[in-house]
């Protein structure tokens, strides 16, 4: 008997079920011979998934369900074998032939107290995949699920494509020849052996030196083809081959970089077909290599075109050229080395992969059109808007590329280590909330205020207003109860913290790091917000906040990557600074337990706050600014915006159907990182008075960086702030355009901050005056 879900609405028309192909969502089947609290919980998680789920009661039907659906999961309840043996049922489906692509798992009684962990052995030789230890909540099961989906379930999706991979390989036209990073031969298809008559077994194994050359080939053309694709570029251009005959033939060559992890190249897929000279002649090969060659006829015009800009293309584009792309038989030798360097199908693959598949129906004006789409798409900056001219809008493009790039790398001996021995000897006593002094305890009751005057606190406390806000904070969030540690803990890592920022700098201090705090708490007040995270989430982003910019140089990642600095080197260019932020605050607050805030906390929940954490702190770096403001607006504000548009339905399930996109836990990330991201660049929306010190502290920051590259003779990445010629109102003017009011557009979509939006107006207003008066400084000159 098979009892099935059929509340998928993706079900509906062929064109949902084409996407849902795409989309390898997987089927399951639950084998449970009574129905309880597990198999409901398993259900349940199906559906919270989107996963078509089928029921069966004994190993008879369970068996023929499975060949009927073909289910990627099947879950067995080997709790009880009165009612069938667990092992029995799962070697019957591993017999049928659809099940070496399932993954299989064993549920598991909980074991006493008391008793030895049972040893897994018996269930893999059954032929099991897993194991899961019964447990009836409908998170772990759906956890559980989604684990499978994401690591098994989409490997095996794979493997199963592997077949058709290859045999689009055997058949393909053109010669496809991959080789390993050394050059040595590891694959070639069909077409290759019939062009150079070789069989396959005579080259696999064997370095490209060791074959024949011809001699018609330019002298320095060996050479410049190994320049350009050990730089990691795609290389194409004309080349004389030499047969198993002797003869030479000229081939169109594409020659394509695989780039693995960590950047390292561990492939070069070569893409050969016969070159037909200016005559429309075919030079010599065999007849079969003929009726091939015919396709290409009509081609040579845009090859020449091509071969012209083979040097500017990056191997990781691996796309057509647009407009002056040649014909969809030539770009279909791009996809196999774009197949072969895939090792996991990404959601950006599976577009470029239906747009691929797209082209084969269609005109040549379309299919040249999507060319120039999947340039687009194959680019690594995706999400960064293209910049007028240098010479247009220097600002704009000094303020970004110190903020959005790594640097020229220039390694030197100019080594910037900032990570401090801090001791909890070398910090102040402890204060409580009940020993703040009375002004300062005056000054906190305003702090569920935006207009909460930061600066203020700074004075008050003697440049130490983390402690105080955070202790406040904190305490409103529950943040004790919840990490179940006392107020002291508290006390000792805030201080802790709070004396690891450098109060030498003019805005990377604690006071930075308490107004990003105080901007955080409220936001975590809005209603929609906290609608849409838990408490975990809320504890994580109090403290990523606290600790996003600890230790801080008040230099930028371009600076110390061009430095060489002992950060850059060991973060890899890569996020140094907001690696290190993330590093230091977990390396500061376990190293002693009178401030480890997360010495009573169980190892899981330790974990999924860290990763919170980690992931939030990382999220305030610029490069992917772009990219996680885009994400935010397509997967929250515009679907929200059209449930709000369309939606003929009451406003309870209006509500409910929002709420449903703010709370999956894809959404719930973009959430948390859209917060922070706020949070820390959050002046321009400031009251004036406070917009315009936090403007006069960052430019500061940068005029000395700026000093000291011309001191030590590095890369000046932002010149416009040089002190002596910068117009400050003008870079507020570039950062708030290009990095600020769009992304607080949609924040304040999401969150409603009318009073915000109302004072980013206003500011705005202010520096444009400025500039209009061809005033540079903070304020207006005095009336003369």
């Known amino acids: 008997m098979c009892r099935t879900n059929e509340t998928d609405p993706r079900a509906n028309s062929e064109v949902q079920d084409f996407l849902l192909q795409w989309r390898n ?109 019964e447990n009836s909540s409908v998170s772990a099961c759906y956890n559980e ?200 199908e990404a959601p950006i693959t599976k577009v470029i992969n239906i747009i691929n598949a797209a082209q084969e129906s269609s005109p040549v004006t379309v299919a040249e059109a999507l060319d120039r789409v999947l340039e687009i798409l194959r680019t690594t900056e995706l999400y960064s808007p293209q910049l007028a001219s240098k010479e247009d809008d220097p600002h704009t493009n000094d303020l970004v ?87 002291a803990t508290l006390r000792s890592w805030l201080q802790l913290i709070e004396a690891s920022y450098h ?11 308490a107004d990003v705090l105080h901007a955080t708490a409220y936001f975590l007040r809005k209603e929609r917000v906290k609608s849409s995270l838990d408490q975990l989430d809320e504890v994580a982003a109090l403290i990523a906040a606290t600790v996003h910019d600890v230790d801080h140089p008040g230099r930028t990642n371009s ?49 999924t706050l860290r990763q919170a954490i980690i992931d939030m702190v990382l999220a305030t770096e610029m490069t992917r600014h772009f990219e996680h403001v885009s994400k935010f607006v397509n997967s929250i504000n515009k679907p929200m915006a059209a449930i709000e548009e369309t939606s003929t339905s009451s406003v309870n399930s209006d509500c409910e159907g929002q709420a449903n996109i703010r709370n999956s836990p894809e959404n719930r990330l973009l959430i948390k990182r859209m917060l922070i991201k706020c949070a820390d660049v959050a002046n321009p929306c400031r009251p004036l008075e406070l917009c315009i010190e936090w403007a006069g502290r960052i430019s500061e920051e940068y005029f000395a960086q700026t000093d000291e590259e011309k001191r030590q003779g590095l890369p000046v990445v932002m010149p416009v702030f040089d002190r002596n010629t910068c117009s400050v109102p003008k870079s507020q003017i570039s950062f708030i355009d290009y990095f600020i009011t769009d992304m607080f557009d949609a924040w304040d979509a999401f969150a409603s901050l009318p009073g915000l939006m109302e004072h980013l107006s206003e500011n705005y207003k202010y520096w444009k005056n400025l500039d209009e008066m061809k005033c540079k400084s903070l304020r207006p000159p005095p009336p003369s």
């Open 145 to 344: 699920l989604i684990q499978i989906e994401h690591g098994e379930v989409r490997c095996q999706f794979k493997l199963r494509a592997c077949n058709s991979i290859f045999t689009a390989l055997e058949h393909c036209q053109e010669a496809v020849e991959i080789t390993s990073e050394d050059h040595i031969i590891q694959y070639v298809n069909p077409a290759f052996e019939r062009m150079m008559g070789y069989h396959k077994g005579e080259l696999i194994g064997k370095e490209l030196t060791e074959l024949p050359k011809s001699d018609k080939n330019r002298a320095d053309l060996l050479d410049t083809i190994n320049t350009c694709i050990k730089k990691g570029k795609e290389w194409q251009g004309i080349y004389f081959a030499r047969k198993k005959s002797g003869d030479s033939i000229q081939q169109h060559v594409k020659i394509t970089p695989v780039i693995g992890q960590g950047g390292k190249i561990r492939h070069f897929v070569a893409i050969k077909k016969p070159h037909i000279d200016n005559n429309n002649q075919v030079h010599k090969f065999n007849k079969e290599e003929r009726c091939s060659g015919e396709h290409f006829q009509s081609e040579c015009h845009s090859l020449r075109h091509r071969d012209r800009r083979k040097d500017s293309v990056d191997a990781r584009s691996l796309s057509s050229r647009g407009s002056d792309a040649p014909s969809l038989q030539n770009r279909r030798y791009s996809s196999v080395a774009r197949i072969h360097s895939m090792t996991i």
């Open 559 to 607: 600076f110390l990557c061009n430095a060489g600095s002992e950060l850059a080197i060991l973060y890899n260019d890569t996020a140094v600074l907001e690696s290190h932020h993330a590093a230091l605050a977990f390396q500061l607050t376990v190293r002693d337990s009178k401030s480890n805030i997360f010495k009573n906390i169980d190892r899981n929940q330790f974990r």
């Open 25 to 133: 969502d997987p089927t399951v089947l639950l084998v449970f011979a009574k129905e309880d609290s597990q198999s409901d919980a398993f259900w349940w998680a199906c559906d919270r998934a989107g996963f078509r789920c089928n029921i069966a009661r004994t190993p008879e039907s369970a068996v023929e369900c499975f060949l009927d659906k073909h289910h990627e999961i099947i879950v067995i309840d080997g709790r009880h074998s009165r009612y069938f043996e667990p092992e029995a049922v799962c070697r019957m489906v591993r017999a049928t032939k659809p099940s070496e692509n399932t993954v299989i798992l064993a549920v598991v009684p909980q074991k006493p107290p008391d008793q030895e962990e049972p040893s897994v052995l018996p269930l893999l030789c059954a032929g099991f995949s897993r194991r899961f230890v």
């Open 401 to 487: 590329g110190g903020l959005m790039s790594d640097g020229l790398r220039r390694l030197s001996g100019n080594e910037y280590v900032f990570c401090k021995n801090m001791s909890q000897s070398q910090l102040a006593i402890p204060v409580t909330l009940n020993d703040v002094p009375p002004s300062i305890a005056e000054m906190l009751n305003d702090e569920e205020c935006w207009e909460f005057n930061i600066l203020d606190l700074e004075a008050a406390t003697h440049k130490r207003p983390l402690t105080y806000l955070g202790l406040k904070i904190f305490t409103s969030f529950g943040v004790c109860e919840f990490l179940n540690c006392s107020e």
């Open 503 to 513: 109060s030498s700098n003019s805005y990377h201090n604690s006071t930075h790091a």
